[in-house]
C-alpha cells in the first residue's frame, strides 16, 4: 500500500463513498451479517484510498503504520476506531464513519435477533440512523398490508406536513409523475421476479412547492412467505435533483462544443469554397474595365465599378469570417515583433483617407513619446483598420476621428479611437462585440455584415490585450485597446 495517499475530495467522489456506506448497510439487511457487511465497506475504502483500512475496539493499540485514527461512536458512546495507512483529512471520511460505526455496533450485539413484528424493523433502523442528516431516506415496505415506514421523513424530504391520510405506497406513487409510473412499477416487478438483483429506479415526484424533484430509489426484497410471495422490502431513496441538473448542465455544453465546432469547420469550408469563384469575378471585372479592345461605355464603367466594389465588400466579409473561425478553433497563428504605434497607425490613415474624404471626415493623431508594443504587425494593423473605418463610416459629415496612443501607467500601452458620430445607446452594448450583431445600424443602410467587431475583439484578446467601448447617442463613441508595453 502507498505510504501517503490522496482522498477522494470532489463531489463524485464525496457521493460514490456515500453509496458505498448505503450499500454495505443494505447487505446487511440482505444477509443479516454485519461482519461480512463491515468487511465489504472497509474493503471500498481501501480502493479509494489506496492505503490498508481497519477498524479496532476501544481498548485495542493502533498498529505501527497507522497514519490517521478517527473515532467510531454511536449514541453517545465510543465502539472503537477507524485506522487509515494514510494522512487523509478527517472530514474526507465523514461520509463512511456513522455506517462502520453502525456496523461495529451490530457486528458485536447478539447474533439472536427476533423477526420484526411491525414497519420499522431494527435492519432499517440501522440504516436510519447512520444516513439520518443527509438528502438519504430508508423506507420499509410491508407489502400485502401496503404499509410504509418513515412516510413522514419522505414527505418531509419534500417539503409537505406529516401524512393525515396513511401511509401506504399508493400514496407516494401518488406524488409520482404519471410518466414515471410505469417504469417504476416494472423496475420493482422485475427484481420481484429475481431478474435484477436490486430493485433501483430514479422517476420524478412532485415536491410542496410544485416542482419536480428526481429520486433515485433502491431496495431489496428480504421477506419472502413459504410460496415466494413478497412480504417485505427495505431500501434507501437519495434527492438526486441537483445531480441530474449538473449531469444536464454537462450534456447541454458538450453538446453545445460540439455543435460550434461543427460551425466552426461549416464556415471555415464555406469560406475557401466562396473564395474561389468570388475572385474569378473580381478578376474578370478588372479586364473587362481595362479591355482596350472593346472598351466600355460610361455606364457600362459605373456598374462594373459597382460589381467590384460589391465583390471587394463580400471578400473582405469572407476574410474576417476565416479568420474568426480560425480563431474560434485555436488555428490563427502569430508573429509577435516590435511595433513602433505611431508609424503603424499613420500607415492606416494613409489606406483609410480617400473613405475619410468621402465622407468628410478629418483624421487625426496624437501620441506621447514613442511607444513600442510585441505583437504580430499584420493583425495589428486589421485592428486599427476596422475601428478607424467604423469611426469613419458612422460619422457624420464634418466629423472628426482621433485616435490617441499614451501609456496607460499599468505596464500597458492605450490606443483610442474616438470619433464624433452617431453613437450606441447603453442597452446595444452588451451584444456589440457578437458575431452578426449590428444593433440600431442593422437597417440604417450602412454597409456592415456584424463580424469586424468580434473579429477585433478576438484579434485583440489573442495578442493578451483587451478591447472595450464608451459611446453616448448622438455624441460618438471611443473604443480602446489595451497591449502590454515593451520596455526600451
Known sequence: MAADAGAPDSPDDTAALWRAARDALLDLTDRRDAARALTRLLAELEGWLGAACRVRGPGEVAAATTRRSLPLQRLGRLLGHLDVDAAVPAARLEPVLPALAA?????????????????????????????????????????????LDDFDEGLQLLGYEASAGGYSQALWTGLMHPDDRDANHEAYLRHERGETEVYEHAYRIRAADGSWRWMLERGRLVERGEDGRPLRM??????????????????????????????????????????????????????????????????????????????????????????????ESGALALAPSRIELRELVLQVFALLSEAAARQGVSLELLTGPLLGIDADRTRLKQVLINLVSNAIKYNKSGGRVQVTVEPAGDGTVLIAVADTGVGIAEEHLARLFEPFQRGPHERSGIEGSGIGLALTQALVLRMGGTLGVQSRPGEGSVFSVRLPVVPD
Not at 423477526?115 to 410491508?142: H, K, N
Open 103 to 147: 456496523l461495529l455496533a451490530q457486528r458485536e450485539a447478539p447474533a439472536t435477533e427476533p423477526a420484526p413484528a411491525r414497519p420499522g424493523g431494527p435492519e432499517a433502523e440501522l440504516i436510519r440512523s447512520a444516513l439520518r442528516g443527509t438528502d438519504t431516506l430508508v423506507w420499509e415496505w410491508w407489502i400485502e398490508a401496503d404499509m
Open 234 to 327: 427495505v431500501g434507501t431513496q437519495t434527492d438526486i435533483t441537483a445531480h441530474r441538473e449538473l449531469d444536464r448542465a454537462r450534456e447541454e455544453a458538450a453538446q453545445a462544443q460540439a455543435a460550434s465546432r461543427a460551425k466552426t469547420e461549416f464556415l471555415a469550408r464555406m469560406s475557401h469554397e466562396l473564395r474561389t469563384p468570388l475572385n474569378a469575378v473580381l478578376g474578370f471585372t478588372q479586364l473587362m474595365q481595362i479591355d482596350r479592345t472593346e472598351p466600355p461605355g460610361p455606364e457600362q464603367r459605373r456598374r462594373l465599378q459597382l460589381i467590384r466594389e460589391a465583390g471587394e465588400h463580400l471578400l473582405h466579409m469572407i476574410n474576417d469570417l476565416l479568420d474568426l473561425t480560425r480563431i
